[in-house]
Structures are given as structure tokens and as C-alpha cells.
């Protein structure tokens, strides 16, 4: 990646590993219609309890969003980017999404603009993208091929008229690819998302990886399915694919494309740092009480200073692993370690608070990230933890069944057990990711080893 990609995307949390420790994002959703009907997307999004793309408790006006900006930029001031991601399609409501865009550039400038669009009208709107000088764009494309894209999609409205099957699908997929090769040509940052759907696109995404990046796609980012009640594909009896199967497509796609792997497929009104919602503290209703306390030098102060920080931690990280390596007695074996983390690259968060893992394997002294794993909470709240709970830790310890080690800042005594006696085994300690990688690495090796090793 030359300097001048890296400088451009350094505060992005969706585009940038690093930046997605530290920056946190925004999702303002103003765009409720929708223009195409995929057989994996419910209508259904006034839901507060569902986390997927789609999903949102309440739709805004432009000028109600641009408030929530202000409002949210003021008090989490690492906020970078700002989006528009539906809850359905934001150039299905071309008014809506560029009257919001031009209200947040003109009050915000500081902040990066964000879309993500399904493509079927992007390319009526490609000048327009540029000139508001949104400068990333992701694009979900499922299929090149439209006789895979038949299967995909229900049917698309274009223009005045509906469509389907392999007729629908071609208009999307030309669109499409013709729409991402425009906005690269103008210079804009175009990121692709990919469901991958068991039986249907799994054994197509090689073709798709390759065919947006001979276009200009710089990231590619296969995400699994959630399948979701009253879908065609619930009906249908499609399953949501494995960890596995999602790691071996990537695999498989890495040589044609960057892939992306710490997505959170998030909900189209979500606040905070990825694998972090604060949207509930952002309510219309709340917007109401809440006065707008927007300073750009303090942002811009703020911001350098976590810039900053990164680059820090990573020289302190770089000596300290090399120390790691260097009282290593002999090379670390191939293992797989899930974290629990609540941002600044650090593993800070009690196993029972968390709502995801994030899976490294370590293999002589080379960490590989692979992905983020949902699961449900153990606990809830400070109080209720543990009761009636071995359904929740049973589908965690089968999520983790792959790997060896568990690093959190904290676990009970009952979920310690019951991942021990399943060959996880956890490590209780807060610090930096990279570093306690290493560390736990290092003591993993230390319990399977008669060879002495000193912590």
C-alpha cells in the first residue's frame, strides 16, 4: 500500500486495521426506501435489538441528522466518518443523502463523508459524489454473473419498472461494475462488500474478487450471511456459513485483493468505535436535551494525538515483541488465540461482556489476523451473570472451538472451567493486543513443553 493510500485512509475505522482500534464512526440513516429486494434483507428495521446491516430504531431527517453529527462529534471526539447506509439504499433517496451530506460538509468539515450503496444508481450520481467530495464508497456486489445473481436478488425496480430474475440481475451487475469503475477513475476509495451465501455465491467469489479489482476496488470485503426470519432464504433453508468457510473464501480471494476482515456489519444508525453501539445515547429524543458542544481545533487536537498514539504503540510494540522473540527458547508452534476487546488496541473487556471475539493464529513469530466472531453476552449487566446461562456459553465455546487460547481481561470462575475442559484455555490479562499475543503465545508453548520457559 503506497503512503499516499495509507494517509487517506488512516482515520477510517472500516478501511484501516489500525484505525479501527482508535477512530469510531458514525451511520446516519436518512435513506429508508430501496430500490432492489435481496432474498437475505428483511423490510423490517425499527428493531433496537438486532445488529446487522439494515437495521436501525429510527429514521432521520437530513436536518435531524445533521445535528446528531454535531452532537455525537462533540462528545466522541474520535469520531472521523460519517455514512450513509440506508436503511435502505442512499441513492434510492438521492434528496434525503446528499441534502444531509452538503449539511454535515458545510458544519463539519473535518469530517470524512461515507457511502454505501447496493450500485443499481450510482452511476446517475457519480459527479455528484465527486463534487460533495465523498471520498469513500463501498458497494455491495454478491455476483459478476447474473445466472449466480438470479438466485440473489428477488427483483429490482429501474427506471421506472420492475424486474427479475437473470434480466434484473444483469442491469444490477452491469451498473454495478460500470459505477465502481467510474468513481475509481475520478480517484474516490471504493471498498466491496460480498455476502458470502452458501450454495449459491461461495464457489463464484474468486471471480467477483478478481473482476472488482481489474476495476479499481482496493479492498474487498466478503462478509457471511445472517439469515434473517421472513427472508426468502429462511424460507428457502439456507444456513449462514461457517467461520471456517468465510476464512477459506477469503483465503482463497487474498491473492487477487486486499481482503477486509475486522468488519462488524453494522446497523445503519450505529455510533461509536467498531464492535462498540452508543446509537442509544443518541436518540431523537434525547437530541432534544442535548446541546451541541462542536469544536474543530479540539477534533483536529484530539485526533493528532491519537495519530500519534498509534504510531507509539507501534515502535513500543515493535521493541517489546522483538524482547518476546528474543527469550523465545524455541519457535512458537501454530496457534489460535480469540480476544476480547472494547478498542484502543488493547484487550481490556471481561469474557462476560463480550459481544465479539477478534481470532489471531501466531506461527513462528508471524501474527495473522482472521476475523471477528459474534456471539451473545454472558452477562448482562453487573449483576446477572451466569444465571441460566450454559445455552449462551456452550454456543461461545463451540464459535471458539478452533482455538487453543482465550485472552480477556477478566472471567468467571464456572466459564474458566468450561472452556478448559474444551481445550481453550484462558489468559486473564489487559494490555496491548499484539504484545499479549506474543506473551500468551509464549505461555501456551510454556504448559505444552518440558522445555523451561520464563514469564
Known amino acids: 500500500m503506497n503512503q499516499d493510500l495509507e494517509d487517506r485512509i488512516a482515520r477510517h475505522p472500516c478501511y484501516s486495521e489500525d484505525a479501527h482500534h482508535y477512530f469510531a464512526r458514525m451511520h446516519v440513516p436518512v ?139 444483469e442491469i444490477l451487475i452491469n451498473n454495478q461494475l460500470k459505477g465502481l469503475e467510474a468513481l475509481t477513475e475520478r480517484g474516490i476509495l471504493c471498498k466491496v462488500n460480498s455476502v458470502l451465501i452458501p450454495g449459491i455465491n461461495d464457489h463464484h467469489m474468486e471471480e467477483v474478487s478478481k473482476a472488482i479489482k481489474d476495476r479499481g476496488a482496493f479492498v474487498h470485503n466478503i462478509m457471511p450471511l445472517i439469515v434473517t426470519p421472513d427472508t426468502v432464504f429462511e424460507k428457502n433453508g439456507i444456513r449462514n456459513p461457517t467461520a471456517k468457510e468465510v476464512q477459506q473464501v477469503q483465503e482463497k480471494c487474498s491473492g487477487s485483493l486486499k481482503m477486509m476482515k475486522h468488519c462488524r456489519q453494522c446497523r445503519a444508525d450505529a455510533v461509536g468505535l467498531l464492535g462498540e453501539d452508543r446509537s442509544s445515547e443518541f436518540t431523537k429524543e434525547k437530541l432534544m436535551n442535548i446541546s451541541i458542544h462542536y469544536d474543530l481545533e479540539e477534533r483536529k487536537n484530539y485526533q493528532e494525538k491519537l495519530e500519534l498514539k498509534i504510531q507509539e504503540s507501534k515502535k513500543k510494540k515493535q521493541g517489546k515483541v522483538a524482547k518476546i522473540r528474543a527469550e523465545a527458547s524455541f519457535s512458537i508452534p501454530g496457534i489460535r488465540i480469540a480476544i476480547t476487546t472494547r478498542g484502543n488496541a488493547r484487550v ?87 504484545e499479549l499475543l506474543y506473551e500468551s503465545s509464549k505461555f501456551y508453548q510454556y504448559m505444552n513443553s518440558s522445555e523451561p520457559i520464563f514469564m
Open 31 to 169: 435513506a429508508p426506501a430501496c430500490n432492489i429486494q435481496c432474498n437475505y434483507c428483511s423490510r423490517k428495521f425499527d428493531c433496537a435489538n438486532e445488529s446487522r446491516p439494515g437495521v436501525v430504531s429510527e429514521v432521520l431527517k437530513p436536518e435531524e441528522a445533521v445535528k446528531k453529527v454535531l452532537v455525537v462529534a462533540g462528545e466522541i471526539k474520535q469520531t472521523s466518518v460519517v455514512g450513509i447506509a440506508g436503511p435502505g439504499d442512499p441513492l434510492a433517496n438521492p434528496e434525503r443523502t446528499f441534502e444531509t451530506f452538503r449539511g454535515v460538509a458545510k458544519k463539519a468539515s473535518d469530517l470524512k463523508l461515507c457511502l454505501s450503496t447496493n450500485g443499481l444508481r450510482l452511476l446517475e450520481f457519480v459527479d455528484q459524489i465527486h463534487e460533495l467530495n465523498i471520498d469513500h464508497v463501498t458497494i455491495t456486489i454478491n455476483a459478476v454473473n447474473p445466472l449466480v445473481g438470479q438466485h440473489i436478488y428477488s427483483w429490482i425496480f429501474y427506471e421506472g419498472k420492475r424486474y427479475k430474475g437473470i434480466e434484473a440481475a
Open 348 to 434: 481490556n473487556l471481561h469474557f462476560g461482556h463480550a459481544k465479539e471475539f477478534l481470532i489471531f493464529d501466531v506461527h513462528k513469530e508471524v501474527i495473522k489476523f482472521v476475523g471477528v466472531r459474534k456471539v451473545q453476552s454472558y452477562c448482562v449487566g453487573k449483576i446477572n451473570c451466569g444465571t441460566n446461562k450454559k445455552p449462551i456459553l456452550a454456543e461461545t465455546a463451540t464459535i471458539l472451538k478452533d482455538c487453543q487460547m482465550l485472552l480477556c481481561s477478566g472471567i468467571g470462575e464456572a466459564p474458566q472451567k468450561y472452556l478448559l475442559e474444551r481445550g481453550i484455555v484462558p489468559f486473564i490479562k489487559s494490555g496491548n493486543i499484539e
